[in-house]
């Protein structure tokens, strides 16, 4: 036998291995390394090439030529299953992914509003229905803001009515909002309709005082203001807030800015009015103070009386709260203990 036609047999041999090889070949990877072991730089295939170097010269050209068929016929049978284990591996793959749609998602807790934060929307949104629109004010006051202006100048024993936290001489944390109706009369024109909101502090704190709390309290200031406005503005309130068939009555108070003033009650709300442990079985619940503002008020902040009058109305928020949702302790409010806020998802 030739060289040539030595070479030419283990060629169709190699080539015969190879494509057999390449059938069986299990996974892209496994092809990969068979190719490198007979197309590779030092594979088989350039194996054979080296006894080019051998031969005599007029036989190179049909040498080459043949070693390019088995290279030709090599690479394009690696194409082809090399396509059909890159097919089937990847839907091998997209199988061993796929995602049930069917199952139910985790359940994630988005938040809610705070249930302060819901009484004050839903109380101003009833009083917005009354024309009240919403102001706010400074959390520290002048003591001018907090106590003089609302006619409680300094020694006034009306000053113990609130348990004061002091920042110095001259400057308290509000105790109420109050301070928002002087601002208010101060840089606005009557008639007037507001609702003054926001935190007040004072040094409390047991089982129903929270030394961090909110009130909301309305002023309205026109021309011809009477008790009658004030009663049927604050029941009107208490029947939209609470229910249709809640009663408001009025208890004679004080306050030193209003005069007369008036501690006011509701129906309770919970047991309607037959007698529960939330209103100490007297049918009646406490919501807050009000009265007709006093006169020397006004004129103090430059609003001529008796041609402007007014009224005021002022609402604890955790109190509205506890009171609407049945709270055993207001301490509950400031704490943020996600078991409590939940129930006020709406
Ligand atoms: N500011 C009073 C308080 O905090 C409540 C009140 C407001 C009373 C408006 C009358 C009018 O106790």
Request: proline share 5%; hydrophobic share 40%.
């Amino acid at each position: 036998m030739s060289q040539i036609q030595s070479a030419q047999s283990n060629l169709s041999e190699i080539q015969a291995q190879a494509l057999k090889k390449f059938k069986e070949a299990a996974s892209s990877k496994a092809l990969y390394e068979l190719k490198v072991e007979y197309l590779g730089k030092s594979g088989k295939l350039t194996e054979v090439m080296k006894e080019m170097a051998s031969l005599p010269k007029e036989e190179k050209p049909l040498f080459g030529k043949i070693v390019n068929e088995v290279k030709v016929a090599l690479e394009k049978a690696y194409e082809v299953r090399e396509s059909e284990l890159k097919a089937k591996e990847l839907s091998e793959k997209l199988a061993a992914e796929e995602i049930d749609l069917t199952l139910p998602g985790v359940e994630r807790f988005r938040g809610a509003e705070h249930p302060v934060s819901k009484v004050i929307h839903e109380i101003s949104s009833i009083m917005a229905r009354l024309g009240y629109s919403l102001r706010l004010g400074p959390l520290i006051e002048k003591d001018y803001y907090n106590f003089e202006a609302l006619n409680i100048p300094a020694d006034h024993p009306a000053r113990d009515m609130q348990d004061t936290f002091f920042v110095d001489k001259a400057h308290v944390l509000r105790t109420h909002t109050s301070p928002i109706q002087i601002h208010s009369l101060e840089t606005e024109k009557p008639p007037l309709r507001i609702m003054g909101v926001g935190a007040v502090f004072r040094c409390d704190s047991d089982i129903s005082h929270l030394p961090h709390f909110h009130q909301i309290e309305g002023m309205c200031v026109d021309r011809k203001v009477s008790m009658a406005d004030l009663k049927g503005t604050i029941s009107f309130f208490v029947k939209e807030y609470f229910g249709s068939q809640l009663k408001t009555r009025f208890r004679p108070s004080f306050f030193p800015f209003t005069e007369p003033s008036a501690e006011v009650d509701c129906t309770c709300p919970i047991c309607l009015g037959k007698g529960c442990s939330m209103c100490k079985q007297s049918g009646w619940i406490e919501i807050g103070g009000c009265g007709l503002i006093n006169p020397r008020v006004l004129e103090h902040a430059g609003v001529k009386y008796p041609e402007w009058q007014g009224f005021a109305f002022g609402f604890g928020i955790e109190r509205m709260a506890i009171i609407k949702y049945g709270v055993d302790d207001i301490r509950l409010f400031p704490e943020n203990d996600t078991r409590f806020l939940r129930q006020f998802e709406s």
